[in-house]
C-alpha cells in the first residue's frame, strides 16, 4: 500500500490544540501493513498524541502494537504489572480484597514518563478498560501540554541561558512526597529506595531524537534540581519552566470512552491526570516504549 493510500485507511482528526489528534475507522486488533503503519508515525510526530477510539483489545493485541515502536519496558512497581503480561502496567484505583489492583495514584503531578531512567520512555499507550461517568460527564480527564511549543515561544534570551543546563529527575523524590500528600501508597523506606531506580540526570531542553524539535525536559513531577547553578537560581528557573509548558494554548484534555488506546510522546508531551471521580471506578492498563538516552 502506497503511503498515501494508507492515509485514507483511517480517519485523522486533529484537535484544536498545538497537540493531539483522533483517529478512527482503524482496526489495531490486527497487524497493520507497512505503510499504515509509517502513516501512523507520521502522525505521532506530527500531533504527539494519538487517541485511536472504538478499539477492542487483547493484552497480545497492546503488546503487539506497541512492539512496532521499540522494546518495551517494565515498570518498577512490579506488584502492579498485569498477571502474565509484565509489559503491562494497570493504573486503577480498583480494590480486590482490600488492595488495590494498580496504582491509583499515577499521574498526579505534570510528568514525562519514566524521565528517571538513563534511558527514558519513547511513547506511553494507555488502554481504557473502565470509565467513570457522573450525570453523563465522563471523568479522569487526561491532560497533555506541548514541550516543544511552549519552547518555541520562550525568549531568545532564556533559551541562551538554559543552553547546557541539565538537571535532576527523582522516582524516590516523587514517591516520598505522593506518599506524604496522598496517602495511597506507603511511605517509601531505605529497602524501597534501594531497589528503586537511582536518580538521572537529563538535559534541561532536550532534543527530540525523531522531528528534530527543541523541548522542555522537566517536569513538576520527578524534577528536583538543575545542577550547577545556585540553589535559589534553579528553584526560579524550574517554576518558570513548569509554569510554561502548561499554559492553557499548549493544553489538550482528552475525555476518555471505554475502547481508548491513547499514545503519546513523552519528549514532545507531559501529562497529568484528573482525580474528580472518587469513589467511582477508574482502569486503565499501559504499555510504555523504551525512547533513548536524551541529548
Same mark, same amino acid.
Given at each position: 500500500m502506497a503511503d498515501d493510500d494508507a492515509l485514507q485507511a483511517f480517519d485523522l482528526r486533529p484537535t484544536d490544540t498545538r497537540v493531539g489528534a483522533e483517529i478512527y475507522d482503524l482496526d489495531l486488533s490486527k497487524p497493520l501493513d507497512d505503510g499504515t503503519f509509517r502513516a501512523v508515525s507520521a502522525a505521532f510526530d506530527r500531533y504527539s498524541v494519538l487517541a485511536f477510539r472504538g478499539q477492542d483489545l487483547s493484552p497480545e493485541a497492546r503488546i503487539a502494537? #506497541? %512492539?512496532r515502536f521499540g522494546k518495551l519496558q517494565i515498570n518498577v512497581r512490579s506488584e502492579f504489572?498485569?498477571?502474565?503480561?509484565?509489559? /503491562?502496567? +494497570?493504573?486503577s484505583n480498583i480494590l480486590t480484597d482490600g488492595k488495590p489492583i494498580g496504582s491509583g495514584d499515577a499521574g498526579r503531578y505534570w510528568h514525562s514518563d519514566l524521565c528517571y531512567l538513563p534511558t527514558p520512555t519513547r511513547a506511553s499507550l494507555l488502554y481504557?478498560?473502565?470509565?467513570?461517568e457522573r450525570d453523563g460527564v465522563t471523568l479522569g480527564n487526561t491532560l497533555f501540554a506541548g514541550t516543544c511549543a511552549s519552547y518555541d +515561544?520562550?525568549?531568545? +534570551? !532564556? %533559551?541562551?541561558?538554559?543552553?547546557? &543546563? $541539565?538537571?535532576?529527575? #527523582? @522516582?524516590?523524590?516523587m514517591f516520598e512526597r505522593k506518599a506524604s500528600e496522598f496517602g495511597v501508597r506507603p511511605? &517509601?523506606? *531505605?529497602?524501597?529506595?534501594? #531497589?528503586?531506580? %537511582? =536518580?538521572?540526570?537529563?538535559?534541561?531542553?532536550?532534543?527530540?531524537?525523531?522531528?528534530?524539535? %527543541?523541548?522542555?525536559?522537566?517536569?513538576?513531577? @520527578?524534577?528536583?534540581? /538543575? !545542577? =550547577?547553578i545556585p540553589e535559589a537560581e534553579s528553584r526560579e528557573l524550574l517554576a518558570l519552566l513548569f509554569a510554561q509548558v502548561i499554559k492553557p494554548e499548549y493544553v489538550y484534555r482528552h475525555s476518555w470512552r471505554v475502547g481508548d488506546l491513547?499514545?503519546? *510522546?513523552?519528549c514532545?508531551?507531559?501529562? !497529568?491526570? #484528573?482525580? =474528580?471521580?472518587?469513589? &467511582?471506578? $477508574?482502569?486503565?492498563? $499501559?504499555?510504555?516504549?523504551?525512547g533513548s538516552i536524551p541529548f
Open positions: 502494537f #506497541s %512492539k504489572n498485569k498477571a502474565g503480561y509484565p509489559e /503491562i502496567y +494497570t493504573v481504557a478498560l473502565v470509565v467513570p +515561544t520562550l525568549p531568545a +534570551t !532564556l %533559551k541562551r541561558r538554559l543552553e547546557g &543546563l $541539565r538537571a535532576v529527575n #527523582s @522516582y524516590n523524590a511511605k &517509601l523506606t *531505605d529497602e524501597m529506595a534501594k #531497589s528503586y531506580p %537511582k =536518580d538521572a540526570v537529563h538535559p534541561v531542553i532536550r532534543t527530540h531524537p525523531t522531528t528534530g524539535r %527543541k523541548c522542555i525536559y522537566v517536569c513538576e513531577g @520527578y524534577t528536583t534540581r /538543575i !545542577l =550547577d491513547l499514545m503519546w *510522546d513523552n514532545a508531551v507531559q501529562h !497529568l491526570a #484528573s482525580f =474528580d471521580y472518587a469513589p &467511582l471506578h $477508574r482502569h486503565m492498563e $499501559r504499555t510504555t516504549v523504551e
